[in-house]
Structure formats: C-alpha cells, structure tokens
C-alpha cells in the first residue's frame, strides 16, 4: 500500500474525528460520574433511599446537531469513495479523492455533540 499525500492527511482527518468523539465520551462520562455522586449526597441529607440512576443513553449517547447535515457528510463520503473506486475517470481526478473523505469526515465530526 503506497502513501500518497491524500492517505495521510485522510489517516490525520479521521484520527482527530476519533480522538473528539472520546474527547466527548470523557466528558460525558465525567459530567455524569459528578452528577451521580451530586445526587447521592443529596438523598443521603433528605434520607432518602433511592437515588435516581442515568441511563446508558444518558451517559455514553451523541447527539445530532443537523440530520441533513449528516446526510451531507455520508454523500461527501461516498463520493470520496466512488472517487477512488471508478476505474474510468481521469487520474488528475481520481487523485483529488481524498478531499471527499476528509470533507465529510470533518463535517460529521463537527456536527456531534455530546
């Protein structure tokens, strides 16, 4: 597998996607953690038994900022993809499949929040 210039800025693009989704996850799961031991020390004052529970969805989900937004990074995507994949276009174009990829990625990783 050769390592043009394309590949690595797409390996660097999809690495910071990853690392903002756990940035995300972390802080979520700090929130919820603190939230958690805000709630018990609270039931433990009034002498309540039963202490409210987050669910999973509430602890580890992402939301969307924009459904027709993730739509335009799944079409970028897939046109980053077919880029690469069709056999019959020009090779000053099918080098540039790069950007497709790094686009959508970009704009899927801006549009989740925590």
Not at 55 to 62: A, D, E, N, P
Not at 85 to 96: E, F, T, V, Y
């Amino acid at each position: 597998m050769k390592l043009d210039a394309g590949t690595i800025i797409t390996i660097i693009v999809v690495v910071l996607f990853y690392f903002r989704l756990s940035s995300l996850q972390f802080g979520r799961a700090k929130r919820a953690r603190v939230y958690d031991e805000n709630v018990k020390k609270i039931q433990v004052k009034k002498g309540k038994k039963e202490i409210p529970i987050l669910t999973s969805m509430q602890k580890y989900g992402f939301l969307v900022n924009s459904w027709p937004l993730v739509a335009l990074s799944i079409v970028l995507l897939a046109i980053g993809v077919a880029l690469a994949a069709i056999q019959g276009i020009s090779p000053s174009i099918k080098d540039l499949w790069w950007i497709g990829v790094c686009l959508g990625v970009i704009v899927m990783g801006f549009n989740i929040k925590y």
